[in-house]
């Protein structure tokens, strides 16, 4: 063939082809007809809530079949008013879904607004969105949502606050009349001789009460134990240092002490001056803090809160002018730290439960026994439960009141 | 005190005598075959009190007795003649001294489980009885103090407190406080009270400006100069110099006697104290001492090298009786009497014990009885003992991560039975047991000794004199003391761990000095004895069962040599941590009998009664 001709050749394919790609695009400019309504829409109130919810549902528009003619669902909601036609409503859309390509499944949807009014009714319309327009379902019934008192989901959670919570009271009950046994840590029993020491060298008590303000759990379990060490050192007429870094835990940790030296019948030793804020920025803290430690050699260092990074730079400084040194944290990042640069360290746990075991006072003592007696029954729980789900697992079937995943509706977050 | 040095350490000839509240004790001791050996001994009643006013009238009567026993002349007239020339006189004379309260001291401490711990330990080792131990942190306020060292009267007080460079404020407040109580002496009114002041040396000129006019004052070497280490012995010197320089110089008599003596008189219980250290690193072991009297209970221990004594000062066989069982309760100590009897009827026996404390027991019955009670008195005293017998608080610990859940405690106590090798017994109610077993049950009842442990008492209270002598001739002393002062009683061989009731918990292979092999088995709750002697000790193969450890670990076998004695290696099944009593009364008495019957404790015997 020669060159001309094959050029033309071309061109007359490429025509074609260009043709046959104009003629359906211009069938489809025709109007089309909407598509077919979804079926069959149920509303209820969304159970074991506040209210303000409404869970819907609908079976798909029989022409979601993925042919594109309907393009996804439009959820909208009125106030239902008696006597009112449903065109005349003042409606509002709400929620929107994609198709769904599902043949005759059903699509949900949650209505999860502060807007709804709780015990009013309302009426829902869905509406199948095509190139042809819009078809809509409307809801048979009004419906109202509904707040609950009880999680019908969760009353496992209820039933163990229960019987954690009389445990907790039968216990504070028992402390009363009867010495409870609490295990000897040795930390604790520590604090007094640490003072100790103090006092026969002349040298003051330094009290660290973590870096973080008063936010924090462990800033004021390190505060409640300074009260503790407040009256100590008035007791035994020795210097205490408070450095900290949070004008809150400053306020507050003065307060504390103030009473502390008030009770211990010592006021006159008491001065503001005791704690003083230094700065908020972390290391610029443990710079000022480890400058105390090398001028005024604190024969004892207690450091009873929150800590990060400068943990082991506090310690390593306590421990090299020779300092008893207790530490208390719940971070368990800091724990290695504190175990090897101080003398005791106080393990989350025993760390909150410090004052009461400092204090002996007996409802405090009673309420640690009753919570430990709580974790006891959730730990037996918790290695029961594991044991028996895995029993299902190896396919051991198990009588139905065994059946651990129905007990505790585990695939509701029960 | 002689003013004459000799070469003590080549006496043939000692005189050794303990001046006591009634009794005067003397006893000669004599080279004999190249060692040294207790020959004669001979008491007379104390004459401290009118109508002698002097006590070397009781020594001169107690030695007179031992001059007619041993038919050698001591005395020449009134004198003592030394040194010996052929065979007349001694070569030593030497003498302790309870008589008239002994020494009662008052301590004071800037922290009273530092510092304050510290001074009691020093009084107590010099042989004191401790009143009251006075603190900056006792929760008392000055004006109590003070008014409690008026009303006590002690002989001497031991102020303490704050490490060299430590703190000042709070010692300084402490002789303050002495200064405002003006205390005076208990005897001689005449003289100032002396007070020792053993604290940090930068306070010691304002002590001294505080109290040099008021009291006599001593300084000498802080007795915690670093918080980590005791100094103990400086204060106890200076506690024994000032016993003899003001104490007993005030008591009728005493200025003669201690001219007459070689070494410093010491207090008994300083005396007791002296033998047993001695003892316990003269053979490398660890001791446990206890002397059981009619009002107090002395325990001493040395363990890890520290020497430690306590005084439970109302725990005793006839005046602190009751107390005993106030202290112990009376389930307590009727779960030692093997006899059905009610509580009304135990409490009836030990108040009429109460109202004649001096009466000793004339039927089995009341002997039950009164070893049950002091079974309670030694083991409330030995729980008060270790309490007491503790490393030393306030001292930094180093960590490491293996700490994480295993931080130990400082201050805990050095009494480690497993590791206690020689347990001895004194005073009346165990030296004078009608059979050396009822003893031996006793100490171990009482004690619950653990693993391997031997068991001796002391024959006739010889310690004071011997821990005397131990300050001038320690081989004197030491000899004696294996010799002629303890009457072995035998080695108690008791597992430790839980174990089930009829459980076997060792195995025991015994190769008997005359070629024997004798294989037993003790079981959960039962006893047995087996004859041995002292001097030729048993070769044993003890295998504790699994969980049990007699020493060598849990389940470990033991290859040893089981001294024996007068009673015999006391094989103990009866359990160690947990050592439980039956509850029920029938059962409870069932089990005491048999194990009295197992033990030989109140058989009938032709063994003779201790002296």
Known sequence: MKPGNARRAALAVLFCLSLASVIPAAAQDLPAAPPAPPLDLTAEDTPNDRGHAIALSWVLSPDDDGSGRVTGYSVWRAVYRPGVAPADLDWTRVGSHSAGYLGDERLTHSDVSDDIVNNLPYLYRVEADGPGGASAVLLPASIMARAQWFNRARWNMLLAVLVLSAGIMYWIQKAQTSDIYLRPVAGLKAFDEAIGRATEMGNPVLFVPGIMDMDQIETLAGVSILGYVGKMTARYETPLEVPVSRSLVMAHAREVVKESYLQAGRPDLYND?????????????????????????????????????????????????????????ASPAQLPFFITACDYTLIGEEFFAASAYLSQEKRAIGSIRGQDVGKLIFMVALILGVFLVSLEAVGVRLPGWLDITALFDVSSGG | MSEEKRDHSQARTILATDCGSTTTKAILIQLIDGEYRQTHRGEAPTTVEAPFEDVTRGVLNAVREVEELADRQILDEDQIIRPAAGDKGVDIYISTSSAGGGLQMMVAGVVKSMTGESAERAALGAGAIVMDVLASNDGRLPHEKISRIRQLRPDMILLSGGIDGGTISHVVELAEILHAANPRPRLGLGYQLPVIYAGNRDARQTIWETLSNTTDLTVVDNIRPVLERENLTPSRDKIHDLFMEHVMA????????????????????????AIIQTVASHYGITVVGVDIGGATTDIFSVFEDTFNRTVSANLGMSYSVCNVLAEATLPNVLRWVPLAMDEAELMNRIGNKMIRPTTIPQALEELQIEQAIAREALRLSFIQHKQFAVGLKGVQKERTISDAFDQSASGATLVDMMALDLLVGSGGVLSHAPRRHQAARMLIDAFLPEGITRLAVDSIFMMPQLGVLSMVNEKAATEVFEKDCLIHLGTCIAPVGPAKKGRKVLDAKLILPDGTVVERELTQGEMFLVPATYEQPVKAVLKPAKGLDLGGGKGHEIETELYGGVVGLIFDGRGRQPFVLPEEPAERVAKLRAWSEATEEYVASPQPAAS
């Open chain 2, 250 to 273: 005030q008591a009728p008599g005493y200025k003669k006697l201690m001219s007459w003596t070689d070494a410093p008189i010491m207090p008994t219980p300083g005396a007791v104290g």
């Open chain 1, 273 to 329: 001056d005791m704690i003083h804020y230094l700065t908020d920025d972390q290391f610029g803290y443990a710079a000022a803090v480890d400058g105390i430690m090398l001028r005024q050699k604190p024969a004892a260092c207690f450091y009873q809160g929150k800590f990060y990074a400068e943990s082991l730079i506090l310690a390593e400084t306590g421990n090299s002018i020779g300092a008893i040194q207790i530490a208390g944290t």
